[in-house]
């Protein structure tokens, strides 16, 4: 009888992450003949049934019509104008990977890959032990590890600290003020949550361009549909204008401050309870929620595959490196390749570059 390890040691192909990316990339190599948990297997760090997508705040929806927010293969149940919310989105993606009979290795935690470029082969280095294979696809998203400015160490409060991948509710915060940091869609649906209940403060970093969720009753995203908008790849002339500047959808911060939220400019710096503003003024606060965004989880990649600044660097997924991908980045190629409804289109061109492959 072979182990688990002994399983893996024999595949063509191991997908790492289990998220939206990782279910794409087993929908398509399906599609080229591939066998799950045969010819290629999945994994992922986390434990059974406790995907990304149940540790949002409870509150949160996404802000693409479920009509657009299909992997391929399986529409998203329901009315294709509602927004889901998170817990049915981590529904849809058990129930996706149930569809195509994908059963990742869940637990399963990579710290490194090794190259072998004599025999041809990609070695994961795993909390289960060593995987050797040909092809591995890096599938973890770009919202794995929560990202802090340098300031965040100095902050002392007397309330909360937390950063909104820990933040579930209001009641989870304390009566008083809050100050968010960070006003792209998350700070600003968070601002919005907590407007009700607490004195908020929203500092706001980069501007950015807002855009309604509906225009002339329409959703925007049927819009970027029918224009084209979500495909065009990211090095061309108009992808590379927009790709350097992310917009806002559906809350401006003009309907927030009609709400009370306090909008005040960039933080620079901060110690204990107190912090200072680009414009030289001051605030405190008794609570803190860090809207500042993720890092991708790509510290077990080679470092020939990253940038002086740790960016991956790929064309279309494919890297400098034989048999290794990344897949559901943001603009990788298009506006897309990151949402439920465009990484399909990345994971079919990877499949089909390994399935080239002798």
């Given at each position: 009888m072979t182990?688990?390890l002994?399983?893996?040691q024999?595949q ?7 998220g939206?990316a990782?279910?794409?990339?087993g929908?398509a190599?399906?599609?080229?003949g591939?066998?799950?948990q045969?010819d ?9 049934g406790?995907?990304?997508?149940d540790?949002?705040w409870?509150?949160l ?15 998203f149940?329901g009315?294709?104008a509602r927004?889901?919310r998170?817990?049915e989105?981590?529904?849809?993606l058990e129930?996706?990977a149930?569809?195509?009979g994908l ?8 710290h ?10 990609l ?12 092809n591995?696809v890096?599938?973890?998203?770009p ?5 802090f400015?340098?300031?965040a160490?100095?902050?002392?409060v007397s ?6 991948d820990s933040?579930?509710?209001?009641k989870?915060l304390?009566?008083?003020?809050v ?11 968070l601002?919005?949550?907590?407007a009700g209940?607490?004195e908020v ?7 950015q361009?807002?855009l ?8 925007i995203f049927?819009?970027?549909?029918a224009?084209?908008?979500?495909r065009v790849?990211a090095?061309s002339?108009?992808?590379?204008r ?6 806002v ?7 927030l401050?009609?709400?009370g ?7 620079l ?9 680009q414009?030289?003024?001051s605030?405190?606060a008794q ?6 965004g993720?890092r991708p989880?790509f510290?077990w990649?080679p470092?020939q595959v ?8 790929q064309t279309?997924?494919?890297?400098c ?9 943001p603009w ?5 390749s990151?949402l439920l409804t465009?990484v399909g289109r990345?994971a079919?061109r990877i ?7 002798p």
């Amino acid at each position: 009888m072979t182990t688990p390890l002994e399983d893996l040691q024999s595949q063509r192909v191991i997908v790492v992450g289990a998220g939206q990316a990782g279910l794409a990339m087993g929908h398509a190599l399906i599609r080229t003949g591939l066998r799950p948990q045969v010819d290629f297997t999945i994994l992922d760090a986390d434990v059974m049934g406790e995907r990304a997508w149940d540790r949002r705040w409870h509150s949160l929806r996404l802000f693409t019509p479920a009509k657009h927010a299909s992997l391929p293969g399986m529409p998203f149940p329901g009315s294709g104008a509602r927004y889901p919310r998170t817990d049915e989105v981590a529904d849809y993606l058990e129930d996706y990977a149930n569809q195509l009979g994908l059963a990742p290795r869940w637990g399963t935690r990579v710290h490194g890959l090794r190259l072998d470029p004599h025999r041809h082969e990609l070695t994961l280095v795993t909390n289960i032990g060593e995987i050797a294979t040909r092809n591995v696809v890096a599938a973890t998203g770009p919202f794995t590890e929560p990202r802090f400015p340098e300031f965040a160490s100095r902050v002392r409060v007397s309330g909360q600290n937390l950063h909104s991948d820990s933040y579930t509710h209001p009641k989870q915060l304390p009566d008083g003020s809050v100050l968010i940091i960070g006003a792209g869609n998350t700070g600003r649906q968070l601002a919005r949550e907590l407007a009700g209940s607490h004195e908020v403060t929203l500092a706001v970093g980069v501007p950015q361009r807002e855009l309604p969720q509906r225009f002339l009753g329409v959703d925007i995203f049927s819009w970027m549909t029918a224009t084209g908008i979500l495909r065009v790849p990211a090095r061309s002339p108009v992808g590379l204008r927009l790709s350097h500047r992310e917009v806002v959808i559906g809350q401006s911060l003009h309907e927030l401050r009609a709400l009370g939220v306090r909008i005040v400019p960039r933080l620079l710096d901060a110690a204990g309870s107190t912090f200072h503003s680009q414009d030289g003024t001051s605030l405190t606060a008794q609570s803190v929620l860090w809207a500042t965004g993720y890092r991708p989880g790509f510290g077990w990649l080679p470092g020939q595959v990253r940038d002086s600044n740790g960016v991956v660097v790929q064309t279309r997924g494919t890297t400098c490196v034989p048999g290794l991908y990344v897949l559901g980045l943001p603009w990788m190629h298009t506006r897309s390749s990151a949402l439920l409804t465009g990484v399909g289109r990345d994971a079919a061109r990877i499949a089909r570059t390994i399935g080239r492959q002798p």
